[in-house]
């Protein structure tokens, strides 16, 4: 099978192309590194010309409202595209609770998705709980020199090469045109999993509980974990720190 990564250079994208690859399929990278601009559309045909699914693997470049213009915008194009092209499959990889979180991104998250569910083109969503890569960045939000300050917030750390591999295998297959939620094995609260993540690094600096900290005090209860049905990936974040 032959395939389109959209985003197909960062984090997750590289990851899948490899996956997809060493599993005898053709799945070609696509960015705006490699002359590809989805706001635009500018190269979209001849990146999805004989295509049998494409992956979009996009991210806006801010989390505030300018997020809902990238993804409409990139939506509108990526799918017109998809249309003229013959596209049979079409894999989008979201958020875990995306449509729970009154903040900018998620919303802006859940209108891709929702554009994608209203189109004509056969369709997968794979949405992740927070990549265990990003969790230091999240402690940088509310840090200072001596203290990190987070809520209790139930987090579900996923390595990325799970997400990866689970995109891989979704888009492999036939469209689901429903979502698949997929989590890491083990919940934490926030508080928690900055104490964990600062040992494991060294760092002295003290975790205090701060229900009002950082973005994902926002989230109401357990919205940003896995419920029943979900696919839970292998790797555990005591061991992916090591």
Avoid: C
């Avoid at 989390?63 to 249309?83: I, P, Q, V």
């Avoid at 990866?164 to 888009?171: F, G, S």
């Amino acid at each position: 099978m032959k395939f389109a990564v959209i985003g197909g250079t960062g984090l997750i994208g590289s990851r899948v192309v490899e996956v997809l690859n060493a599993a005898g399929h053709e799945a070609a990278p696509h960015s705006r590194s490699t002359g590809v601009d989805i706001l635009t559309g500018k190269g979209l045909e001849a990146a999805l010309d004989g295509a049998d699914v494409v992956v979009d693997l996009t991210n806006s470049p801010t989390f505030d409202d300018a997020s809902t213009a990238f993804f409409r915008a990139s939506m509108d194009n990526l799918l017109a595209a998809s249309r003229r092209a013959g596209v049979g499959h079409f894999v989008v990889l979201s958020i875990v609770g995306v449509d729970e979180v009154p903040v900018d991104y998620y919303r802006a998250k859940t209108l891709q998705e929702d554009l994608l569910k209203s189109s004509a083109v056969p369709y997968s969503i794979v949405r992740a709980t927070q990549f265990m890569e990003f969790i230091e960045s999240v402690l940088s939000w509310t840090a200072d020199e001596e203290t990190v300050r987070l809520p209790r917030t139930p987090i579900q750390p996923v390595a990325a090469a799970d997400v990866a591999a689970t995109v891989a295998d979704v888009a492999a297959g036939p469209p689901l045109n429903t979502t698949v939620n997929l989590g890491g094995p083990d919940t934490y609260s926030l508080d928690e999993l900055g104490r964990i993540t600062l040992a494991a690094k060294g760092d002295k600096r003290s975790v205090t509980v701060d229900d009002a900290g950082g973005m994902f005090a926002a989230v109401p209860g357990d919205a940003l974990t896995t419920k029943e049905g979900a696919r839970i990936a292998p790797t555990r974040y005591t061991d992916w720190l090591k």
